[in-house]
């Protein structure tokens, strides 16, 4: 569009131009001042020389020039010219001819010139201004090609994502101008995503969790009622109180799990010493059988870490190690290249290679009976994936030497602001 607008504005210049040179008599100086000059010439000789005079200038100067009779110059019609009037000049043009009139003073002669070519601009300007102007077209092109390249891949991206392919991202953008933009669609189509999957999860996991301990309640109701013995109806109550107890604690799970949902909270990032942040989680679990040791390997140095929510994360470590261990714990703080881990080891029975890639999940839990005996809720690890998310890092479980598995908590040891 904008080159097709430097083509038009081109043009309607050489026709603007075209126009002023027809309409402005200064335009024909150069033929004015020729026969104005040779009129002078013709003055000062006598008027039988004067055919001879004009024959000769036509011939040197190669220019169609003859001298008529005003009578004769009164015969010729300009029925198809426009005129130009000056004193003793009479120009007539047409299209791309002009003939030019000039009498004599002193006789009752007419100078004829023509017909000859309309006066030009100079060609070396004409060229000069059709050169900037392509010059300004090929820079406009190249610099919106990329621009519009990326909207329209935007554009698609986005029809894509609307059609329910929630999977789609944007291609890196080759515009610097539309990069920010790439990054924003990504992001938001993330978040998007991340929040129908997570409404899919658990509109499916709530319904189970919920009907689960609702139908022991309904069951024990229903057996209470048909029964007079204080014994069993005081086994039928405390199973309804349980079954309560369970569902407070679902929704309390629940609760906590869509907050962490939600945008990413603003996190207190301060340079801590893990190994205090661990020793302070194990003295929480001191009236607990378990042998818990910790191996420290990165002596006094300090990290860049949210200490709350690191220390939540751990939190859920240690206490899965002693719901699934067997009475010994380990805790490693390592270094790897750039990063810090805290490693969490049991030596209880592992975890299975199929449940490991979806243990971080929401409601996963490795009992697909979800009975109360399994304990939790599998809410526990979404929790923590999300916190080392937040963190740059990542969560996650391999198996131990001695049988039982290492969850390891991975982040960067210097905090990079996003």
């Given at each position: 569009?904008?080159?097709?607008?430097?083509?038009?504005?081109?043009?309607?210049?050489?026709?603007?131009?075209?126009?002023?040179?027809?309409?402005?008599?200064?335009?024909?100086?150069?033929?004015?001042?020729?026969?104005?000059?040779l009129s002078n010439y013709l003055e000062k000789h006598p008027n039988d020389e004067w055919e001879e005079i004009i024959?000769?200038?036509?011939?040197?100067?190669?220019?169609?020039?003859?001298?008529?009779?005003?009578?004769?110059?009164?015969?010729?019609?300009?029925?198809?010219?426009?005129?130009?009037?000056?004193?003793?000049?009479?120009?007539?043009?047409?299209?791309?001819?002009?003939?030019?009139?000039?009498?004599?003073?002193?006789?009752?002669?007419?100078?004829?010139?023509?017909?000859?070519?309309?006066?030009?601009?100079?060609?070396?300007?004409?060229?000069?201004?059709?050169?900037?102007?392509?010059?300004?077209?090929?820079?406009?092109?190249?610099?919106?090609?990329?621009?519009?390249?990326?909207?329209?891949?935007?554009?698609?991206?986005?029809?894509?994502?609307?059609?329910?392919?929630?999977?789609?991202?944007?291609?890196?953008?080759?515009?610097?101008?539309?990069?920010p933009m790439f990054t924003a669609f990504n992001s938001m189509a993330g978040r998007i995503k991340r929040l129908i999957?997570?409404?899919?999860?658990?509109?499916?996991?709530?319904?189970?969790?919920?009907?689960?301990?609702?139908?022991?309640?309904?069951?024990?109701?229903?057996?209470?009622?048909?029964?007079?013995?204080?014994?069993?109806?005081?086994?039928?109550?405390?199973?309804?109180?349980?079954?309560?107890?369970?569902?407070?604690?679902?929704?309390?799970?629940?609760?906590?799990?869509?907050?962490?949902?939600?945008?990413?909270?603003?996190?207190?990032?301060?340079?801590?010493?893990?190994?205090?942040?661990?020793?302070?989680?194990?003295?929480?679990?001191?009236?607990?059988?378990?042998?818990?040791?910790?191996?420290?390997?990165?002596?006094?140095?300090?990290?860049?870490?949210?200490?709350?929510?690191?220390?939540?994360?751990?939190?859920?470590?240690?206490?899965?190690?002693?719901?699934?261990?067997?009475?010994?714990?380990?805790?490693?703080?390592?270094?790897?290249?750039?990063?810090?881990?805290?490693?969490?080891?049991?030596?209880?029975?592992?975890?299975?290679?199929?449940?490991?890639?979806?243990?971080?999940?929401?409601?996963?839990?490795?009992?697909?009976?979800?009975?109360?005996?399994?304990?939790?809720?599998?809410?526990?690890?979404?929790?923590?994936?999300?916190?080392?998310?937040?963190?740059?890092?990542?969560?996650?479980?391999?198996?131990?030497?001695?049988?039982?598995?290492?969850?390891i908590l991975s982040w960067p040891m210097k905090h990079v602001m996003v």
């Open positions: 569009m904008i080159i097709s607008i430097f083509i038009v504005f081109s043009w309607m210049l050489d026709e603007v131009w075209s126009s002023y040179l027809e309409q402005d008599i200064e335009s024909y100086t150069g033929y004015k001042s020729m026969l104005f000059a024959a000769g200038a036509a011939e040197q100067w190669q220019m169609p020039l003859e001298l008529m009779s005003e009578q004769e110059v009164n015969k010729v019609s300009h029925r198809n010219h426009d005129v130009i009037s000056e004193e003793n000049t009479h120009i007539y043009y047409d299209e791309d001819n002009v003939n030019i009139h000039h009498r004599i003073e002193s006789a009752s002669a007419v100078i004829v010139l023509g017909p000859v070519k309309m006066p030009t601009r100079p060609r070396a300007e004409a060229l000069v201004r059709v050169v900037l102007l392509a010059s300004l077209a090929c820079l406009l092109f190249f610099w919106l090609r990329p621009l519009s390249r990326d909207l329209d891949l935007l554009r698609k991206s986005a029809v894509e994502f609307g059609k329910d392919s929630f999977d789609v991202v944007a291609p890196k953008a080759r515009s610097n101008m539309t990069a999957d997570a409404h899919k999860e658990l509109s499916t996991a709530v319904a189970h969790e919920l009907r689960t301990p609702l139908a022991r309640s309904k069951f024990a109701l229903q057996m209470l009622a048909c029964t007079d013995d204080k014994t069993k109806q005081a086994k039928y109550c405390n199973a309804i109180s349980q079954d309560i107890c369970e569902l407070e604690q679902l929704i309390s799970e629940m609760l906590i799990y869509a907050s962490f949902d939600n945008d990413k909270p603003e996190l207190n990032f301060s340079q801590e010493s893990l190994v205090e942040i661990v020793q302070h989680q194990v003295n929480n679990y001191q009236q607990f059988e378990q042998k818990i040791s910790i191996n420290n390997t990165i002596g006094e140095c300090k990290v860049d870490v949210d200490r709350h929510f690191i220390s939540r994360a751990l939190n859920n470590y240690i206490s899965n190690a002693i719901k699934y261990g067997n009475g010994e714990i380990d805790i490693a703080i390592v270094k790897s290249e750039d990063h810090c881990q805290i490693r969490v080891s049991d030596n209880g029975d592992g975890v299975c290679d199929d449940f490991k890639c979806t243990i971080f999940d929401a409601f996963s839990r490795g009992d697909a009976s979800r009975n109360r005996e399994t304990g939790g809720f599998g809410l526990g690890l979404a929790i923590v994936c999300r916190i080392m998310a937040w963190h740059g890092g990542s969560a996650s479980v391999v198996d131990c030497e001695n049988g039982g598995s290492c969850f």
